[in-house]
């Protein structure tokens, strides 16, 4: 059965927001338009080699920690919080950049998560929008992908329906087990919505950027390589956040006049 709406409960406005900054930090015109036309710009150079080499040390030390709990290698969700490595990452000059462009200058980020995709590991990301997951209003999140690893078509990089955030929330059901969905949502009929699929390949220090409306979703990784890539979701400061997700929020450019974010400092670790 389709779902149109995860919270029910909650108006929210779902509709993409273009942007419009005039005071370009980092990104062209041209990418500008493309973010607009599109819902998503890639590649986009961040980190130097040996920055990469220890941004992948760094996710080396997260994922043992993490499966010595019990925990896999999509586990670490949020620990932007908590520890200073992941936090400096979200509050990276040339990163925030670039999301400034896109989003003006008070820039919040509320989350972040590794999508680790192991050598052979047969789970998939379903095609989905990022908005039906998230109780914020309005609809104004932008996520930058930044590859840990290299990505490309062998090893499971995320592809996306380009123009497909034009269309609003689209129908959704939650999805089959036999998908072996990293996640839980399968967007209906994802290729009405758009030009055919684009893969986002890119070299490990590089990133995307998309809107939380696009179409997106990812192929098993069936290759002997590791596809490790860091997603950070930032918003204007406008943005408010129900249901408690507030709670876990960095003020990384700017302030937040209105109040709607608790922000932390960067941890001591």
Request: net charge negative; aromatic share 10%; proline share 6%.
């Amino acid at each position: 059965m389709a779902k149109t709406d995860a919270f029910p409960e909650i108006e929210r406005e779902l509709r993409y927001f273009p942007a419009n900054t005039n005071e370009l930090q980092t990104l062209s015109k041209d990418k500008i338009q493309q973010f607009n036309d599109k819902g998503f710009i890639c590649p986009l150079d961040v980190y130097s080699s040996s920055e990469t080499k220890t941004n992948r040390e760094t996710f080396d030390k997260l994922i043992k920690e993490t499966t010595s709990k019990g925990g896999d290698s999509y586990s670490i969700n949020g620990w932007h919080r908590t520890h200073s490595a992941v936090y400096d990452i979200v509050t990276d000059t040339r990163i925030i950049n670039y999301v400034q462009d896109i989003i003006g200058k008070n820039i919040v980020c509320w989350g972040t998560h590794y999508f680790c995709k192991m050598p052979n590991d047969s789970k998939r990301v379903s095609w989905h929008q990022d908005a039906s997951y998230w109780p914020l209003t309005p609809s104004k999140t932008v996520t930058v992908w930044l590859a840990i690893d290299d990505t490309d078509s062998q090893n499971g990089a995320m592809q996306v329906v380009p123009g497909s955030h034009l269309h609003g929330q689209i129908d959704f059901e939650i999805s089959k087990k036999e998908e072996e969905n990293v996640l839980n949502q399968t967007a209906l009929n994802p290729l009405d919505y758009g030009e055919p699929p684009t893969l986002l390949e890119m070299h490990a220090g590089q990133m995307s950027l998309h809107t939380d409306l696009l179409l997106h979703g990812s192929e098993p990784n069936r290759s002997h390589r590791r596809r490790c890539g860091f997603t950070i979701r930032y918003v204007p400061s406008e943005v408010r956040a129900l249901n408690g997700w507030n709670e876990n929020a960095i003020v990384c450019r700017g302030e937040d006049p209105e109040g709607n974010w608790k922000h932390w400092p960067r941890p001591k670790d």
